[in-house]
């Protein structure tokens, strides 16, 4: 199966900071490309996701860019507030019915 | 209204008991998932089912065994559990080559 790199494994910015979280995937077919936000005991929950014929796309304060001939993309959080605080999963999916996760980011933002 | 939901969402048993887990989506998704998440937070995936048919399943032991009686319920039922299996089971449905899923609250499951 697919597999997917996650770094850092924990990011801790300043309020009002940037942060970057990266993943790199193994399988060239892999098209899809979700990002989710899991808070402390709540399920993972969908923030943004990109698709293979895209190079980035941006929703507010969060942005993801992607490098299909690299095999490598990454999460932007601009701005960053408190309440960004939680671990964040990237995930690569082929056609769309097969998820795999990356390790996990615990981010941290101090006020 | 739930999207997705899964029940229990605590379940405390003791080693070499059999217990099961139930979800249902009601989002008319073709896809459902199960997914399990260790202490380390890492989420693996160990069963989905599309429209009644197994099309993924990892190496997972053969006492962990999902049941789709219909196109929006995945259950999955554990035998003879052990310690290791002490974990958070999600629960997820997606619509077909959609690129992503969505996710229940979780089942906590302690096994002692």
Known sequence: ?111 | DTAVSQTPKYLVTQMGNDKSIKCEQNLGHDTMYWYKQDSKKFLKIMFSYNNKELIINETVPNRFSPKSPDKAHLNLHINSLELGDSAVYFCASSPFNAGVAFFGQGTRLTVV
């Open chain 1, 1 to 111: 199966g697919e597999n997917v790199e996650q770094h850092p494994s924990t990011l801790s910015v300043q309020e009002g900071d940037s942060a970057v979280i990266k993943c790199t995937y193994s399988d060239s077919a892999s098209n899809y490309f979700p990002w989710y936000k899991q808070e402390l005991g709540k399920r993972p929950q969908l923030i943004i996701d990109i698709r293979s014929n895209v190079g980035e796309k941006k929703d507010q304060r969060i942005a993801v860019t992607l490098n299909k001939t690299a095999k490598h993309f990454s999460l932007h959080i601009t701005e960053t507030q408190p309440e960004d605080s939680a671990v964040y999963f990237c995930a690569a999916s082929k056609n769309g019915n097969q998820f795999y996760f990356g390790t996990g980011t615990s981010l941290t933002v101090i006020p």
